[in-house]
């Protein structure tokens, strides 16, 4: 079995990786069934903790571990308990050759594993939210805030927006 880690993850999220490799080699013999299993750190991932693609033609996965999330507030447990998680969607999915998702199969992997089987996490992830850019906009009786989707139409001359009220075409503050 060939196992890729991104070199992203500190030596604590290491080795929780490493010790649940280990769990499941001896638990549910994956190097036997398992071709590959790639980790990543992504900073793509919004309010999500992690993701797990499997791809059972090929009997390989990838885990994607949320990056800003488990570098900022979230400890090493929360890692452990995600990281397990994935990796069972993994292990059930290749295992039991069909997409598990949270059913039966994938809980007792996870417990299994040493997991808690929850499908959802309750960090605090207020932080991770993006923030939407907004643009002023007025007109003779108010200011209005837009989009930046409506913000770009405007200056691209694509639209024109105007108040309701006041009949007045919008016009940048």
């Given at each position: 079995?060939?196992?890729?880690?991104d070199?992203?993850?500190?030596?604590?999220?290491?080795?929780?990786?490493?010790?649940?490799?280990?769990?499941?080699?001896?638990?549910?013999?994956?190097?036997?069934?398992?071709?590959?299993?790639?980790?990543?750190?992504?900073g793509r991932?919004?309010t999500?903790?992690g993701?797990?693609?499997?791809?059972?033609?090929k009997?390989?996965?990838?885990?994607?571990?949320?990056?800003?999330?488990?570098?900022?507030?979230?400890?090493i447990?929360?890692?452990?308990?995600?990281?397990?998680?994935?990796?069972?969607?993994?292990?059930?999915?290749?295992?039991?050759?069909?997409?598990?998702?949270?059913?039966?199969?994938w809980?007792?992997?996870?417990?299994?594993?040493?997991?808690?089987?929850k499908?959802?996490h309750?960090?605090d992830v207020?932080?991770?939210?993006?923030?939407?850019?907004?643009?002023?906009?007025k007109?003779?009786?108010?200011?209005?805030?837009?989009?930046?989707v409506?913000?770009?139409?405007m200056?691209?001359?694509?639209?024109?927006?105007y108040?309701?009220?006041?009949?007045?075409y919008?016009?940048?503050v």
């Open positions: 079995m060939k196992l890729q880690i070199n992203t993850f500190n030596f604590e999220q290491r080795k929780v990786i490493d010790k649940y490799f280990e769990i499941a080699k001896e638990k549910f013999n994956i190097q036997d069934k398992i071709i590959s299993i790639e980790i990543k750190n992504s991932l919004k999500s903790a993701n797990a693609t499997i791809y059972r033609i009997n390989c996965g990838i885990i994607k571990m949320n990056k800003r999330l488990f570098n900022s507030t979230v400890g447990k929360e890692f452990e308990n995600t990281f397990s998680h994935e990796l069972a969607h993994v292990i059930a999915n290749i295992i039991h050759n069909c997409n598990c998702g949270h059913d039966a199969r809980k007792r992997t996870h417990i299994a594993l040493g997991g808690n089987a499908r959802t309750n960090y207020s932080h991770l939210r993006p923030t939407k850019n907004r643009f002023d906009y007109c003779n009786c108010q200011i209005f805030k837009l989009s930046a409506r913000h770009n139409k200056q691209n001359g694509k639209a024109k927006y108040c309701k009220k006041c009949k007045e919008l016009k940048r």
